[in-house]
C-alpha cells in the first residue's frame, strides 16, 4: 500500500527520515576530559560497546559533541538494538523511500522545532503534554542539551477527583 502511494504521488526514492521511538534509544551523557588521549569516535564506540555486553543484544549507535559552559565538552551517545533500527527502516524502505537515517523520535521533534527557536543561543524548553506523559526538551537552535520523560500527562490531573474541571481549575487559582 505504501509503494502505490509513494508511485501515485511521485515520492519513490525521495530522501526521508525515520523517527524511531524514543522508548526504544538510550541516551547517555558521556564527559570528556582533556587528558583522555581517545578520539570522540573512540569514546563513544567504547561505551556504546557496554551496551552490547549488558543488553545481549546486536546494537547500533551514534553520538554528537556538546560542548556547554556549565558541563563542558560531553558526548551525547544514542545507542538502540540493530533489530529496532533495521524493523523501522524496512517499511518506508519496502515502500520505495530512500532513508537516509534513523533518528531517535524525540529528537526529530526537536529538530522540527529548531529553526523557529531564538538565534541569540539562548536555551529554550519545549513541552509537550499527553494525557500519558510530559516530555521536556532543552536545547537551541543548533543544538538539543536535554530531554526527560516523566511518566505523568494531563489525564492525571485529573485522576481521583469527584470535581468538575472548572471547579477544579478555580480551586488552583
Avoid: Y
Wanted: aromatic share 4%.
Amino acid at each position: 500500500m505504501l509503494r502505490e502511494l509513494t508511485e501515485k504521488h511521485g515520492l519513490r526514492k525521495i530522501p526521508a527520515f525515520v523517527a524511531l521511538g524514543g522508548e526504544s534509544v538510550v541516551f547517555r551523557s558521556i564527559p570528556l576530559t582533556s587528558t583522555d588521549p581517545r578520539s570522540v569516535r573512540q569514546v563513544a564506540t567504547m561505551e556504546a560497546e557496554h551496551f552490547d555486553d549488558l543488553s545481549g543484544h546486536e546494537t547500533v549507535h551514534d553520538h554528537q559533541l556538546l560542548d556547554t559552559p556549565v558541563h563542558g565538552r560531553q558526548i551525547l551517545l544514542a545507542v538502540t538494538r540493530t533489530e529496532a533500527a533495521m524493523d523501522a527502516v524496512d517499511i518506508p524502505s519496502e515502500g520505495g523511500l530512500n532513508v537516509l537515517d534513523v533518528i531517535p523520535e524525540p529528537v526529530a521533534r526537536f529538530n522540527a522545532v529548531a529553526e523557529s527557536l531564538p538565534a541569540n543561543g539562548a536555551p529554550s524548553l519545549l513541552l509537550r503534554v499527553s494525557p500519558e506523559e510530559t516530555e521536556l526538551r532543552v536545547g537551541t537552535q543548533s543544538n538539543l542539551m536535554f530531554i526527560r520523560r516523566i511518566p505523568i500527562g494531563s489525564g492525571a490531573l485529573s485522576e481521583g477527583t469527584e470535581t468538575p474541571a472548572p471547579a477544579a481549575e478555580e480551586w488552583v487559582e
